[in-house]
């Protein structure tokens, strides 16, 4: 197989690990997808999640599921996990969470279609599991964002 990792400009990967202090999507890096030709899912699970609450100040917990089907551009996971650190010391709701996340991965990578789903721990007797999805437009991917917000669990 040919390896062509060593073209990659990437800054994380492999080097001594630097934690943001507040949410940081500049630290987000991506690699070429090899595999254009196919359509495919990758899944992340960040069960470790943790966020303030903007009003309070208190430690929110959840388990954030990211899932996409990439189109050029790939995310790096190293700089996935630096990013969703990142978010620990930022005070957002939870529905701002899960919306940025996916807005940042959007605009970094240009997939055909990505969801991502926040299950967040109860505070106060409530837990809150907001869900966003995208499909690019005017493809089959928008359709299947589509179909698949239609669907999703209440």
Known sequence: MNDNRK????QSLGKKTN??????????ETFVN????????????CPEFTTLCPITGQPDFAEIKIMYIP???????KSLKLY????RNH?????????????DLIALMQP????????????????????ANYGMPGTKYERLAEQR?????M
């Open 34 to 45: 090899r595999h254009q030709e196919n359509d495919y899912w990758v899944k992340f699970n």
């Open 19 to 28: 934690y943001s202090t507040d949410y940081a999507p500049e630290v987000l």
């Open 91 to 103: 005070g957002d709701f939870h529905e701002d969470c899960v919306n940025t996340i996916m807005k």
């Open 71 to 77: 189109a050029e551009k790939m995310v790096e996971s």
């Open 149 to 153: 917000f239609a669907s999703h669990p």
């Open 112 to 131: 055909k279609y990505i969801e991502v789903t926040g299950l967040f721990t109860p505070r106060g007797g409530i837990s809150i599991h907001p869900y």
């Open 7 to 10: 073209d990659e400009n990437l």
């Open 84 to 87: 969703l650190f990142s978010f």
